[in-house]
């Protein structure tokens, strides 16, 4: 997808790129800074921006179109450093490609005294925007070493890009994570062009008309989006305020029209991509040769689509937005999420079951059914069930307008069966590209009981205190794909390092004895991990007393604080945890007391936890699901509740008597 412009380093589908940052020796300007940009300089620090470590005093885009659509954009902005750390907001680049071309980037340092300093030709660097080995992309950024960016100064950037051809939407990123003071959008259209606009997180500006077809937005004094020290967020991308400009044949007016346009517009572009070839068809009925239903046609070809196909970007120009055929990515078996969207597409359409492209974004909530627009960073595919078809293991289903069900399935992840959906698409929203029936659709949320662990512990208790033990864990679904995931991306050493470290949240001074992880082949089979530890001084000694913590191993609670919530809670994911642990006694201790159980059941999540004693053990057992993934702000209080009797129980201690 095209790059957001200011500040934001993200690419098509979502794939962030490292910034470089470095200091550079200040040059007094060949050439004077412009004047809008003295202007802006001049523009005193607001009050609102006291504790900022930088803020926008001036960002503008003038977005010009001609009669065939085709956009530059330049962009003017102005930044006050106000501390250190606040140089990375006054990054001054601009990216482009073989479709989009960079007419200019230039940058000027306006002093705290009034001097100005610009940086020259040897000052700028131009590299590849990614540097992860498995991207080979022809997008590029070319960078400003701002001179003297230091706190008091004001640095000013100008760029200007000519948009790709094959595009007519700009997403305005109104809102930053340090304050703006004045920021505009100017939209400069051909005779007889239109546009429509789309807000989100914020009220609908009505635009200034400051010449014939020529349109202006204009906000002054846009608040920071901090979410430091503010827990239990949605991602920011989610959270800031934006809005979506579009020109040309897309800009229709109405939500649903132009959630329509949108869909349509992925369907020309990936028209024809899917389209099986003989080897492709006789692959997928091989796949599929006696399976009886539905899902095992499904889960077939799912799994060889999981497994065959590697994830590898190549993308040049256009190919950061449309698939590749999908001849190409079977001969070649690699592909990008569209890549691989395409083939389990091109396969499912060779044995008889129709499927279609989803644009959607890993973040929750960035894809926002009030503001129609191409903004996504990820690609899936939506499985069109049959009527008569009707099988629990397919569990994440959404339902279209005119009544048709899709199975949502993320080809990419490989780690997560289908029928089953990766954690971080529930709840979230995505584009149905379905031509003339395309349409905004709401993810789903899945039951509890399709994720989650299963935790069982045996430990012995010695008089001096050291805990031993063994634990016996079973994570499904999602939960499992995690753990999937951990494994294909770790070695043995890692492994080790990584789980000894969470152990010893809950156990100070553990070794980890031994591991094994069985992982089953089948993804809808849960994955075991069994592992074993040793822990001294666990209980501690007061004279005849021992004390012991029933809860052996792992956290559910979470960090939250007092103050008025204005932000949703973001609960993560759904799922549903049991934990089984029993401790033997130590010879000659029996147990005095026991800390109260825990008993709190809410509309979007419970959490129960009993004690008791069996024989010479101390048996602690406790349920922990959760049934949404995000919460309004006015559900805090019932938040605070249960983090509060989660805590209390984590902390219970038992009180051992020696007789």
């Known amino acids: 997808m095209q790059p957001p412009r200011h500040l934001l380093a993200l690419s098509a589908f979502g794939v962030s790129c490292l910034l470089l940052v470095s200091n550079v020796t200040a040059e007094r300007a060949k050439e004077p800074a412009p004047d809008w940009a003295v202007t802006a300089a001049k523009t005193p620090t607001p009050s609102n921006a006291k504790d900022a470590p930088a803020v926008i005093l001036f960002d503008e885009y003038l977005i010009t179109v001609d009669a065939q659509n085709h956009a530059v954009e330049r962009e003017r902005s ?8 606040g140089r990375r907001h006054a990054d001054c680049a601009a990216w482009y490609d073989i479709d989009s071309k960079l007419d200019y980037i230039r940058s000027w340092t306006i002093t705290a005294d009034g001097r100005q300093l610009q940086a020259m030709e040897p000052d700028f660097t131009d590299y590849g925007a990614y540097e992860d080995p498995v991207m080979q992309m022809t997008e590029r950024v070319r960078r400003a070493k701002s001179p003297a960016s230091d706190p008091g100064n004001v640095v000013i950037c100008e760029t200007e890009v000519r948009y790709r051809p094959y595009m007519s939407e700009e997403e305005w990123n109104i809102q930053q994570s340090i304050p703006i003071v004045s920021e505009a959008l100017e939209l400069d259209l051909a005779p007889g062009g239109h546009f429509a606009a789309a807000w989100r997180k914020l009220p609908p500006i009505k635009p200034i008309e400051v010449g014939p077809n020529r349109i202006r937005w204009e906000i002054k004094d846009m608040p920071a989006l901090d979410l430091e020290n503010l827990h239990a967020t949605p991602g920011w991308e989610a959270l800031a305020a934006r809005m979506s400009v579009k020109w040309g044949d897309d800009a229709v007016e109405g939500k649903d029209n132009q959630w329509r346009a949108v869909g349509q517009w992925t369907t020309s572009l990936e028209e024809h991509r899917p389209d099986p ?7 997928a009925q091989e796949l599929t040769a006696g399976a009886t239903d539905f899902y095992t046609k499904l889960s077939r070809i799912a799994d060889f ?4 196909i590697r994830y590898f970007i190549v993308m040049r120009g256009i190919g950061g937005w449309q698939a590749h055929p999908a001849a190409d990515i079977y001969r070649k078996h690699y592909g990008d999420c569209k890549d691989k969207a395409t083939i389990a597409i091109s396969m499912l359409q060779a044995v008889g079951i129709h499927a279609v492209y989803m644009p959607v974004d890993t973040t929750r909530g960035v894809v926002d059914p009030d503001e129609p627009s191409i903004t996504g960073n990820h690609m899936i595919a939506a499985i069109e069930i049959p009527p008569d078809v009707n099988d629990p293991r397919l569990m994440a289903v959404a339902k279209a307008k005119d009544g048709k069900r899709y199975l949502i399935f993320d080809p990419t992840n490989e780690h997560t069966a289908i029928g089953n959906l990766p954690y971080y698409l529930q709840g979230g929203y995505g584009t149905l590209a379905a031509g003339p029936a395309s349409q905004v659709l709401a993810l789903p949320v899945l039951q509890p009981d399709a994720s989650g662990t299963e935790q069982k512990g ?12 063994s634990v016996d864990a079973f994570h499904s679904g999602s939960e499992g794909a995690e753990f999937r995931e951990f494994l294909k991306e770790t070695d043995d050493k890692e492994r080790r390092e990584v789980w000894e470290h969470y152990v010893a949240s809950s156990l100070p001074g553990v070794t980890l004895d031994a591991f094994q992880f069985t992982q089953p082949t089948a993804l809808d089979k ?11 001084q666990y209980a501690h000694n007061a004279g005849p007393l021992m004390l012991v913590r029933p809860r052996v191993i792992g956290s559910y609670s979470r960090s939250f604080d007092s103050k008025p919530r204005t932000l949703p809670i973001n609960l993560v994911a759904t799922g549903h945890w049991h934990d089984s642990y029993d401790i033997t006694l130590p010879p000659g201790y029996v147990v005095d007391e026991m800390p109260d159980p825990a008993s709190i059941d809410l509309d979007f999540a419970s959490y129960h936890s009993s004690i008791s004693v069996k024989g010479n053990q101390l048996h602690y057992d406790r349920e922990y699901i959760v049934r949404q993934v995000e919460l309004p702000p006015d559900k805090a209080d019932d938040f605070r509740r249960l983090e509060s009797a989660i805590v209390a129980d984590e902390r219970g201690t038992a009180v051992l008597k020696k007789q």
Do not use: C, W
């Open 458 to 469: 045996l430990f012995t208790l010695s008089a001096d205190g050291t805990l031993t033990g």
């Open 305 to 308: 689509v999981q497994k065959n």
């Open 526 to 536: 849960p994955l075991e991990f069994h592992y074993k530890v040793t822990a001294g």
């Open 277 to 283: 070839t003989p080897e492709i068809t006789a692959k």
């Open 78 to 85: 102005a930044v006050r450093i106000l501390k250190p750390q």
